[in-house]
């Protein structure tokens, strides 16, 4: 739980559809709610952009999504 960290696995679930393992959604990356920022998404929740693969191989970045993660 420590505030600006860059890069690694997550520290928490996610409470919505993207599953640990292999699936065709990849997560590229995720901001989550950091007090020492004063930045706090809905309830102390997380952005987290995901897209797939297929997209991903080729290189189309348009079909990402931002989700956000809410208790």
Do not use: E
């Amino acid at each position: 739980n420590l505030p600006h960290r860059m890069g690694g696995y997550h520290d928490v679930d996610v409470q919505w559809g993207i599953p640990n393992g292999p699936t065709d959604d990849l997560r590229l990356f995720q901001i989550a709610s950091d007090g020492a920022m004063n930045w706090w998404w809905a309830d102390v929740g997380a952005y987290y952009v995901v897209i797939d693969t297929k997209s991903l191989q080729k290189g189309d970045l348009s079909k990402a999504r931002l989700c956000i993660d809410t208790h």
